[in-house]
């Protein structure tokens, strides 16, 4: 086996701002990418920590990799982080609860029109980033792949049951996947090459404090604060990678919903210094975690690497009104193609879709694959909401009500990828 990695930074200029209530940068996000090669098969797993980006030029990305290291695009493999203090796509369509395009007022078409001038400056810092980070991928060396897991007990579920039926908050009921995945790549003589850190952890611990007042700071939140931290002690690009996170909560937000005495929903803004100190303290947290799984790591023979892919149908729904129920019937109104994608090597299996799955759906892939180990990607190559499970329908939550997907669509996905990987070996 053969890899090679690199990363850059994503730099916001000052043109760039005001937007979406961002004033300012934090710490810069970056764009960071392995390409691995075994036998005839390569392929270029990158990470963006950024909330999201849209299809068409997720696409121009893929084609840029993929002209790069010269590998076919289908082998270009793009994760969003979504981080959710980076912006969105400036005067771009506003995706909202559901994934159905917003309805804006004049007021507001006016100004996002004002945000489409800094598309192209958008589009050029997140490119230029990526080919910066490429620039090493091009020689590829001699490479090992150990993989080793810790216990980073930094999440909670966010399903809470009010008076008038569920919502999201913290210190909710549900499962969570408090396991860290570390897949570390070196070379012959034990340099290290990159890691790759999967975790059910969506970068939000600063979340949207302080949107209203214009004072966000852009920022990789905590998982971007610990790839920094790990990159600086093992002098070597750091990926995150997103996995089951939909109804997952970093277990300090500074952004949250609660319940207030009289039943009613009430939002709390704890500021984003406040974030920025909570997303510090979590970093930490999850470095000491990384640690963990890498000084514990094994090493992971790979005598082939193959891509999979397939896809199924499933109906879509209507947008509804956004509150807690008691009972609500969804209405089928379409179908979409979800994809599913995999890669496999030795004991590890990546399965990835563009939907955000809850924990618990992470978790029976894990409990029904046939790899050793096996995380799920979310928003690879686009995003489409959310996925729940089927528990997550009957009981009304949140990311039920978001989904553009009618019930069982998390559960075909998981009978999908495992058939998928299961027969791959």
Not at 169 to 177: A, I, T
Not at 256 to 272: A, Q, Y
Not at 381 to 390: A, I, L, V
Request: aromatic share 6%; hydrophobic share 40%.
């Amino acid at each position: 086996m053969k890899a090679a990695s690199g990363n850059a930074t994503i730099q916001f200029g000052d043109k760039m701002f005001p937007l979406e209530g961002f004033k300012a940068v934090h710490d810069m996000p970056k764009v960071s990418a392995i390409v691995i090669e075994q036998n005839d098969t390569k392929v270029a797993i990158i990470s963006i920590e950024i909330v999201m980006l849209w299809d068409d030029f997720v696409e121009r990305l893929r084609n840029t990799v993929a002209g790069i290291v010269n590998i076919p695009v289908e082998n270009v493999w793009i994760h969003m982080t979504h981080a959710i203090t980076t912006p969105h796509a400036p005067g771009g369509p506003l995706i909202g609860l559901g994934g159905a395009e917003v309805e804006l007022t004049e007021e507001e078409k006016a100004k996002r029109q004002n945000e489409l001038s800094k598309r192209d400056k958008y589009e050029e810092a997140i490119l230029e980033a990526l080919k910066d980070s490429l620039n090493p991928c091009r020689n590829l060396r001699e490479a090992k792949m150990y993989i080793g897991t810790a216990n980073c007990p930094v999440v909670k579920n966010r399903d809470i049951q009010t008076q008038s039926g569920w919502w999201i908050g913290v210190d909710g009921v549900g499962e969570v996947n408090e396991t860290m995945t570390v897949i570390c790549f070196r070379d012959e003589s034990d340099n290290d090459i990159a890691q790759i850190v999967g975790f059910g952890m969506k970068p939000c611990v600063i979340d949207n404090a302080q949107k209203d007042t214009g004072n966000r700071l852009i920022s990789a939140d905590a998982p971007g604060m610990m790839c920094r931290n790990l990159e600086t002690q093992y002098h070597c690009p750091v990926l995150y990678i997103t996995g089951a996170a939909g109804d997952t909560v970093p277990e300090k937000t500074a952004w949250f919903d609660r319940e207030d005495l009289k039943g009613e929903i009430e939002c709390v803004d704890l500021g984003v210094k406040t974030g920025i100190k909570f997303a510090k303290a979590i970093s930490e947290k999850m470095v000491v975690a990384a640690n963990h799984a890498i000084s514990d790591a094994s090493e992971i023979r790979v005598s082939e690497l193959k891509l999979l892919h397939t896809e199924f149908v499933w109906q879509t729904k209507g947008r509804v009104p956004m509150h807690p129920y008691q009972s609500i019937q969804y209405i089928a109104e379409g179908e979409k193609n979800i994809s599913v994608d995999g890669i496999v090597m030795g004991d590890l299996a990546l399965v990835a879709g563009k939907p955000e799955m809850n924990a618990i759906t992470g978790i029976q892939l894990e409990n029904g694959s046939k790899f050793k180990h096996t995380l799920y990607v979310s928003m690879l190559n686009g995003g489409m909401k959310y996925m729940p499970d089927q528990k997550s329908y009957d009981e009304i939550h949140w990311e039920a009500l978001t989904s553009m997907l009618m019930p069982g669509a998390a559960e075909k996905f998981v009978e999908t990828a495992l058939d998928l990987i299961n027969h791959a070996i």
